[in-house]
Structures are given as C-alpha cells and as structure tokens.
C-alpha cells in the first residue's frame, strides 16, 4: 500500500515519488557543491578526478547529479578538491537547507 499525498486538484503525489525528487535534489546538490568547490580552486575535471582517483566522465556525471556517488567516492573527491571530507559534506548539507522566508510585515517591522 502506498500513502499519497495530495498536490493539486488533480493530481496525486505517491511517498515514492517524493523519495525520488528528494534524492534528485540531494544528487544536484552534491554535483553542484563539488563544481562549485572545484570552480572555485580553479581546477579542471581532469585534475580532480585524478586526484579522486576516478574518471572524467564520471566526475562529470556527478556534478550533472546523474550519479549517486558512494562515500568512498565523496572522500576521494574532497581528496583531488584538497578539503577534508567534513567540509564537502557540511557544504553539501548547507546547500540543501530551505531559505529563510521573510514576510512583507516582517521587513516593514525591521
């Protein structure tokens, strides 16, 4: 049996989907952390996958989030990043958090 939860009028929302957008969302947020943290180091594809020990084109399907990259694959990576793992991973984590919602009342009583 599958719990689902209702989206709009019309359309229906099962517990699975909403696994697979949170895991697509965790998989962009890790790709998007190790571009940004590679970007920032200036390093290209070739010189952090030969750090991670892992190939181009996989290093490039991670940071697209097609890949689901193992821990062992995370340290490698924040090993050709030169960062301890710790930091990738609260990079990551940081990433993934909701922004503040700020109301309009909120603004005009500051």
């Known amino acids: 049996m599958t719990n689902t939860v209702e989206i709009s009028a019309n359309k229906k929302e099962t517990g699975s989907q909403k696994n697979r957008e949170g895991r697509n969302d965790l998989l962009a947020a890790i790709g998007e952390t190790i571009r940004a943290e ?11 996958s030969r750090g991670a020990h892992v190939s ?43 922004a503040p919602v700020v109301s309009v009342a909120d603004s005009l009583a500051a």
């Open 38 to 48: 590679r970007n920032e180091r200036g390093l290209t594809l070739k010189e952090v």
């Open 56 to 98: 181009v084109s996989y290093l490039a399907e991670i940071e697209r989030g097609e890949k689901d990259p193992s821990s062992r694959v995370l340290e490698n990576i924040s090993q050709g990043l030169d960062m301890e793992i710790s930091d990738l991973l609260t990079r990551i984590a940081v990433s993934l958090e909701p």
